[in-house]
Each structure stands twice: as structure tokens, then as C-alpha cells.
């Protein structure tokens, strides 16, 4: 069996929507060489190099932007879907913004990526610490929690998540982060997939492929990270062991 690892982005490998930690990266730099590596973000893959070092995108085994919509190998793209959403999404993800009880607005409320709406009630030009008090006072409203719910049941052909501190990922049925381990399980038919996410739970972008992960094999399992420093414990137990059996 190849052990294969997976990652989440945003809460996982770094703090939201910043760039990865100097040290960590020089960590991650060397993890990477010795353990077949992939990452998969919510964000398109534009961002993704506004946070991650080039050199560890390129060397990764691959990278999914999306939720998986979109895939990259070695910095050059290999695949990317789209889809149209539907009229009465927009107008609901339109009223989602305009009706909250949260007054401030930073703009770029609804963000289309590759087979995704990306909405935010304080807009995606949130600084920091607008981002700070919008995460606040949503774990206060549950708002974000809503919505998703909202979307999740209505007869709507999309699924919603909350994938990061500000905003709600909406993609087509099934267009979720699952997509990649057949992906993986083509590339490494013998894998055996740890992911590491920090929005594992259910009504989180990582749920859905945490859940595919237990297809009843034993093979692969799903870690809840805090944050990157977490996830680092988790790597550095998994370095020693490989130190010692390459020893
Ligand atoms: O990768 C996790 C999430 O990161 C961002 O979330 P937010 O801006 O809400 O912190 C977004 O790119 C989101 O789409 C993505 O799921």
C-alpha cells in the first residue's frame, strides 16, 4: 500500500486566506519529496498561489481548485468543468447578502470560480479584521449555517458548505471534494489516503470526501486539524516513522 496524503488549504496548511507559514513551508517542502502529496481547496487556483509557495505547488503530485472542479499538475492545468447556475440561485444568494442582519459590506459578494458560487455576506474584499468581526458575530447568528441548510434543503439541484470564516461555497450535486479521490485512486490504485481538514464535520466543504474516505476498506482516514500547526504535529509523527524505516 502507498501512503498518500491529501490536504485541505484554508484552517489546514495555512490561516484563512493567508499565505503558508515560512517554516512550515520549509517542513512541508521536504514532506512532500518523501510522501505522494495532494492538495484540495475551495478556492480556485489564482488564490491558491497567492498563499502557497510556487515550488510546492508544482511538486505536489496535484492540486484541485474548486472543491475539485478544477486540477493541476506540476503549475499546468490538466482539467477544469464549469457549470451555469440557475437564475433563482443568484436571486437567492442576492437576498442571502441584501437581507442580512449584518450591516457592513466590503464588496465582491458573489464570486464565480469553475463550477462554483462563492457568496459572502461581507464580501470578499474583507480585511482582515473585517473577516474577524463577520466570523464573530456568524458563530453568534449562524447565519452562514442557515443559508447552507437553506440550499441543502430545497429542491434546488446544489449542495452548500461553509468552507472558510466569511463565506458559503455552492456547488452542483456531487461537485464536491469527493471528486478527488477517484482521481487519486487512479493515479496510486494501491493508496492508502489520509486527508487532513479543518471543516471535517458535517455542513463543512471537507465532509463530503471525509465521508467517501470511509468506504468501508479500512484503507484511508480523515483527520480534523485546529489549524496548521496541528496539522504539522500530525506530519511530523508521520516523518518519523518514515525516517525510521528508511533507517
Ligand atoms: O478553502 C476554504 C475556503 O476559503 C475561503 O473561505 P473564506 O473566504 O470564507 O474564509 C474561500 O475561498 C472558500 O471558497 C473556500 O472554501
Redo the contacts with the bound molecule.
Sequence with gaps: MTLVCIF????TLTP??QAMDTKFAKFFREFITHVPTYLI???DYL?LEEQVPQDILQNCNGVFGS?GSQYFQGGKEVFSKDHKFKFLLHMLCEDFVDLSEYKIRRGNHIEKRPG?L?V?VVG?NATLAD?KHYSQWDKLSNERKKFVDAINQSRLPYEASA?????V?IVPNGWNKSTAMPEVLRQHPNANMLFFGD?ICEGG?DFPLAEALEDGSGKHRAYPVADYTDTWQYLSIISEKYNKVAA
Excluded: L, W, Y
Excluded at 468552507?163 to 463565506?167: Q, R, V
Design positions: 485541505d488549504v484554508d484552517g484563512a486566506r481547496s475551495g478556492s488564490k472543491s462554483m462563492n459572502s470578499r473577516r468552507g472558510g470564516e466569511i463565506s461555497d471543516k466543504n
